[in-house]
């Protein structure tokens, strides 16, 4: 079961496809818009499937099992030997997070789930950078492999229940229109949804379904053929040049693409100049495997801080096509082989390497491996986490740890000061406040402060319902359960610490819900401690530096420092701060008090986590470095006086 009757002019497409991927993957100038690759890919895939199912289903020949095993046959051995080899490669060069972040995005790739695995980790604020990941371009693999999956078993069900596939097209318009519907409704609401889903992608590869049932049998004349080819590409390179990553994206946007690649489809054209050149066809004819390699290329070019300057960024992508060329020469083409063994036995092989596959990644992804670590780098390392109940601190990460239970558990943790005579303290907030953990342990015991830290994912101070997280967590439970236990018992406590995540807060617009606890806070004659975010970067900075660390890398925290996160957080914190200077007996704790002017924890370690949290060590550091500050002794005599007093 294979198509016939080879088009030149879809390989040149093919190749067209790659080169924009691969140019926009390394950040060539001109390219900002060259993930629409995916988008002709899409296309071309749903043409050629549907011209097998629906040649094989009129000539009543059609198997569902020889369906999917020629899928399996061409896709799998080359994403296989792939996962192979960054496996190895992984071994010697991956710090243990890393490792068994990869075996656990192997396993969903070989599955053919990442897409589904990609999208669930978009939301996680301790998400590493997705450019981060050396198998984040499977998402698009998944995406066609589930599309393979459903789309035949539909066209089999709707030639069974009509006896045939009379209207067939008429089906394919409904479901396509009803797919691009619905992406173009979800793109504005949740982007990464419409980006990695089956359901807001499948109207491109239906599309491409749409050309081949309604343009099989028409032939164009030259002239036609020429038009619709050269606004074909019009309409592709008009897009590269109109769109960037700053698109919506796919939405409405990618009409564009998608309209401009089915033009070429149905121009037809094997004579033409744009898809005929020998460079262009070989290109085509290895752009699976080279997509596959060119952004591990890209990834490790980033892992092991090589500057992105001229002659490596060509090498990378001449190492990016030789290796994707191999790739085809001998691994793609093993197929020919493969298929000719009994039926059978490649289906028992293949859920055979799935299996090992699975239980080998589920072990990686334990914890990475770590006995490959050497004992100076675990020990180094160790203190770089979230301050958590996992390991000893009060942040009641139930995003991370869905075995917690939502209730009064998540009020049990205790820092500071243990005599009976303390003062009480509560600090409230988001993850933002559950880094502050050890912070507030270490100047709690200087103050004589008893701190009950009472703080959950996305839960910023605020006794409304609002919520910059997904509503329908265990989280959002946990937040309305803290926030009523805050609004019930807040005159038990001589001192609240409010910390909150306030870029989010403000760029979600939900900074009034803050400016209301204020408010009520003063009606109540507490004190109030207001705690400033720390240096926001755009990546993770401790893996950064444990990548520099396991490679013996120069780590350089400037590189970093400039960045959009950085700048957005500007005016939310100029927002916060004047709520809070409306409101007296409140007390600010600003950047310059918390933390170091060049946002290291000490002279070795940067303070920051994931790019926005506190690491344990960058926790317990900052409350040193505020120690020696002026605002220290100002936060003593805050405590120390009676509510209702200006504070210094």
Known sequence: MSVTNFRSDINGLRAYAVIFVVL???????????????D???????????????????????????????????????????????????????????????????????MFLSNNLYYAQAGDYFAIDAHEKALLHTWSLSVEWQFYLLFPVLLVLYYKLNKGLKHVGIFLGILCVASLG????????????AFFKLLTRAWELIAGGLVYYYFKDVQLSSTLKK?????????????????????PWPGSAALLPVAGTMLILIANRQDSWFTRLTVIQNIGSASYSIYL???????????????????????????SFILGWLSYKYIESSRRFVQQWDKKKLYVLFFAIIAVAYFSYKYISQDGVQTRASHTYLASAEPIQMPSTSNGWCFYDLKTHPDLAVGTQGLSCY????????????????????????????????????????????????????????????SYQQCLFNRNFLAHHMDQYDVLIFAGRWSDIVGQSQQQGFAELLAIAEQHHKKVIV??????????????????????????????????????????????????????????????DLFTPDHMANRNTPYSLDGRHLSIIGSLESARYFEHQPKYQHLRQFVAQPALVKSP
């Open 293 to 319: 390699w060119h952004w591990p290329v890209a990834f490790l070019l980033n892992y092991f801080f090589i500057p992105h300057q001229f002659f490596n960024l060509g090498l990378a992508l001449i190492l």
């Open 227 to 247: 038009l619709s080819e050269r606004a074909g590409f019009l309409l592709i390179l008009g897009s590269l040049a109109l769109l960037n990553q700053n698109t």
């Open 24 to 38: 926009f993957h390394f950040q060539i100038t001109g390219f900002a818009a060259g993930f629409l690759g995916v």
């Open 182 to 193: 619905y992406c173009i409704y979800l793109t504005p609401k949740d982007t990464m949804y």
């Open 531 to 592: 705690m400033s975010e720390p240096y926001a970067f755009n990546k993770n900075i401790s893996l950064l530096f444990k990548r520099a660390l396991w490679l013996d890398r120069d780590f350089n925290l400037n590189n970093y420092l400039d960045n959009i996160k950085a700048r957005q957080q500007v005016q939310a914190t100029a927002i916060i701060n004047d709520i809070v200077y409306k409101h007296k007996n409140t007390l600010l704790l600003t950047r310059s």
């Open 40 to 110: 002709i890919f899409f296309v071309i895939s749903g043409y050629l499937m549907t011209k097998i199912i629906l040649e094989n289903l009129q000539k009543q020949r059609f198997s569902l099992s020889d369906f999917y095993l020629a899928r399996i046959t061409r896709i799998f051995p080359a994403l296989l030997f792939l996962v192979l080899v960054l496996t190895i490669i992984g071994w010697f060069i991956f710090i243990p997070e890393d490792y068994k972040r990869f075996a656990k995005d192997a396993r969903y790739s070989l």
């Open 415 to 474: 820092v500071g000061s243990k005599a009976p005579e303390a003062q009480k303290a509560l600090l409230f907030g988001d993850s933002f406040a559950g880094h502050n953990s050890p912070f507030w342990d270490t100047i709690g015991k200087k103050l004589d402060l008893k701190v009950q830290t009472v703080s959950t994912n996305w839960c910023y101070p605020s006794l409304n319902d609002k919520f910059t997280g997904d509503r329908l967590s265990a």
